[in-house]
């Protein structure tokens, strides 16, 4: 190899190096070309092959808010919708599953997500809303937003959950995980170090650390940098992990998957990820299910797609499920809300003329 074509291979693969993952690296080498020893072809994973999907879109909620980030669905299916608005302050949004609204208030911070009190009942909700290191408690009934707990400075809650056995955090910002009671006290806190078998904590290489509670007692963990779910006991003890990196649909791609996370009725897990978007089905022990949604079903188009320049931040979609085992989707780029349901079941709607 000569020096001329040497320089640009170095630099293409400081590059993607740099882009830690985020990229597919098509090899096909035209040595008559100086330079474009390396193509990036992502082009593939806009959609993959049919026989991967299970589920297709029923229909579609528009959203009023300027930037909707995080959506959350209560027992009753009552749906939560978060936004950000320019003047750092946001909205939370409250309506049915058929998009009418039932309440919504302003907010006097900028909300990063949210957790719906597992003890209230009925339409009108009590909610938790995590903005940097601040938790807040939000009340539709008195409109009244009151301080719940306060973190470091350095801490950013990504995530929050609620059971019967206290309230937890996902801390992205020191990449832990606060477990607290009902009344905001401290019980313990962890990095992942010292409960894991191989001793890694979290990795967190971004803004996203995902975990969800579920009525089994147990607490489910994102490691965002190992592309894995690990699951732990309500007082943090290790149990297990499932998932792995890599390019095809069965894996989590590139730095740090997935960015949200989240049910089935019937147990199974809901996956979203960044960089490729794409929405996904996991059984209850890990294994893939299906293909719910790709990046040009979430009109996400080629160039988009691995992109880690900070305008690829909107192209970020939670997830969350009713009780009908139907998928909500929150579209930040489209302002709505989609809902897909399994094929299988869509159709047997349509028939019905439903």
Known sequence: MNRMHAIPIVVATIAIVGAAGYLVVDRRVNPDVPGSAFQLDLDPHLRPSAEAFEWKQVRKISLALQDPIAIEVSSADFILVLGRRPDQQGDVVWMDQAGNVHGAM?????????????????EVPSILVASANQVHRVDFA??????????????????????????????????????????????????????????RHFNVPSNHFELLSSGDGLLYVVNPGLHR??????????????????????????CCNPVHLSRLPDGRFLTSEKGIPRIKVYTADGQFDGLVAASQDLQVDSSRLGDPRTDMTPAIFDVASNSAGEILVLDP??????VFAQERVADQRELAGN
């Not at 302003?106 to 009925?122: H, K, M, R, Y």
């Not at 937003?145 to 801490?155: G, I, K």
């Not at 732990?232 to 499932?242: C, N, Q, R, T």
């Open 106 to 122: 302003e907010l006097s911070f900028v909300p990063q997500c949210a957790t719906i009190d597992s003890a209230a009942s009925g």
């Open 142 to 199: 008195s409109r009244q937003v009151t301080p719940w707990a306060s973190m470091s400075a350095d801490a950013n809650i990504t995530a929050i959950a609620m059971s019967d056995t206290g309230v937890y955090l996902a801390d992205a910002g020191q990449r832990l995980v606060h477990h607290f009671d009902h009344s905001a006290g401290l019980i313990n806190q962890w990095d992942g170090s010292d409960r894991v078998p191989d001793g």
């Open 229 to 254: 779910v690990e699951t732990y006991s309500s007082d943090g003890k290790f149990e297990l992990a499932w998932g792995e990196s890599g390019v095809d649909v069965e894996s989590f791609f590139g």
């Open 333 to 338: 780029l489209q302002h709505c809300v989609r």
